[in-house]
């Protein structure tokens, strides 16, 4: 069946490093694909999205595109700040499910940014 | 601004008991889902539900059942808690139109814990 993969956490950087997250999917057709963040004590909420190859999707200096070729949708940042701290899930649209609108997430990946 | 609320941000539960979690939506979503989230497992779907009254098992749904009466309110009933059912359930909605394209708007989480 479809899935999402993420590297593994923690991920711990110093401010204004880059910042990569990794992210590859396997999956029948043309799904969307999204980064999701939580924030400590709160819920997901939609970072950025891509729906068709090529795609590049960005929101609060993030950017992520979407590779058919190595089906892929790395998470990338020039400059993390302390704020950044969050776990990140990446997710893709489950299409064998016949546009129910669910999602397969990732494992999530926590990303700690020290001062 | 879609706004999601979860009836409890922090349950304590004893074992045998049966667990009520309500979600309530004021944007008029018609498709609302369950999930659990666990570290290094990401979020797993519980169950789903299209319209008022109607419902469908996700990818984990043994142990729980779901009640959509009114649109704007989805429950998860946990009908006799177990330990290994200690988690954070999330909520979520999103709109009918292109569902598998659309972000979904999660609640703020209920950190559930069965002792």
């Known amino acids: 069946g479809d899935s999402v993969t993420q590297m593994e956490g923690p991920v711990t950087l110093s401010e204004e490093a880059f910042l990569t997250i990794n992210c590859t999917y396997t999956?029948?057709?043309?799904?969307?694909l999204f980064w999701y963040v939580q924030y400590p004590g709160e819920g997901l909420q939609l970072l950025l999205k891509a729906t068709k190859a090529d795609d590049k999707g960005s929101n609060k200096g993030f950017e992520a595109t979407y590779r058919k070729e190595t089906t892929s949708f790395h998470l990338e940042k020039g400059s993390v700040q302390v704020s950044d701290s969050a776990v990140y899930f990446c997710?893709?649209?489950?299409?064998?499910?016949?546009?129910?609108?669910?999602?397969?997430f990732g494992q999530g990946t926590t990303l700690q940014v020290k001062p | 601004d879609v706004k999601v609320t979860q009836s409890s941000r922090y349950l304590v539960k004893r074992t045998g008991e049966k667990v009520f979690l309500e979600c309530v939506q004021d944007m008029d979503h018609e498709n609302m889902f369950w999930y659990r989230q666990d570290p290094g497992l990401g979020l797993r779907l519980i169950y789903f539900?299209?319209?008022?009254?109607?419902?469908e098992k996700g990818d984990i749904p043994e142990g729980y059942s779901v009640s959509r009466e009114k649109k704007e309110r989805f429950s998860l009933i946990l009908e006799s808690a177990s330990t290994n059912q200690t988690s954070m359930y999330l909520c979520a909605t999103t709109t009918d139109r292109d569902r598998n394209h659309n972000e979904q708007f999660f609640g703020p989480g209920t950190r559930l814990t069965v002792l």
């Open positions: 539900s299209y319209d008022v009254k109607m419902k």
């Open positions: 999956a029948t057709g043309y799904p969307s």
């Open positions: 997710a893709l649209s489950d299409l064998n499910s016949s546009n129910t609108g669910k999602l397969i």
